[in-house]
């Protein structure tokens, strides 16, 4: 056999090597896309397009009944959730930062954690200024929360108006007031 041969051979082995990862490529692809426009699992969020992401539920209003609606505060104007973990310091530090915020402090934002075990460490955080959820798994799967600590602001009407994960160098009480000023889609349309 010829180096010329040799190297045509080659290349069509290569070109059906990419054939076939590229086949694999549009079978992952198709996948996903059925399942981010309804093929997955319904949840009580997710029954809406199915979002991908708690940042793409900005705007979603919490159904009336489950789980959810238990978030909103009673009587507030916004509530800030904080999704936490059991043993998890950024959890513990982002808990913390938020009951510094003056607007919790003084009771014009609700402070609601939701912790995926126990309350305990949570409420040891809370310093009387929120209350805990435990046991929230189902609500982190529900809202599509990608990690704890996250974030989100909710209006009375149990509109999601914010979403974030936070870092070290997250401002709290910025993104406190920001979402206190934020305007929902309820409130646009009334």
């Known amino acids: 056999m010829s180096f010329i041969q040799s190297a045509v051979l080659l290349a069509w082995v290569a070109i059906v090597l ?9 079978r992952q692809v198709t996948l996903l896309t059925r399942g981010q426009a309804g093929g997955g699992t319904a949840t009580s969020a997710a029954a809406v397009g199915s979002p991908r992401s708690t940042r793409d539920l900005v705007g979603f209003r919490l159904p009336a009944h ?3 609606p238990d978030l909103v505060e ?15 310091s950024s959890c ?18 609700a402070l609601v954690a939701v912790s995926t075990g126990s309350c305990e460490p949570a409420l040891d955080n809370l310093a009387g200024t929120g209350r805990c959820v435990a ?6 799967e529900a809202l599509h929360v990608p990690a704890t600590p996250y974030l989100m602001a909710l209006d009375g009407a149990g ?32």
């Open 18 to 26: 990419l054939a076939l990862g590229y086949a694999g490529l549009l």
């Open 66 to 68: 489950g789980d959810l």
């Open 74 to 88: 009673p009587g507030a104007h916004r509530t800030a959730v904080v999704f936490v973990s059991p043993g998890c």
């Open 92 to 109: 513990a530090i982002t808990l913390t930062g938020l009951t510094q915020v003056p607007d919790v402090q003084d009771g014009s934002v």
């Open 135 to 140: 046991q929230g798994r189902a609500l982190l």
């Open 159 to 190: 509109t999601i108006v914010a979403a974030t994960l936070p870092d070290q160098d997250t401002d709290l009480t910025a993104w406190v007031h920001q979402t206190r000023g934020s305007i929902s889609l309820t409130e646009e349309q009334s």
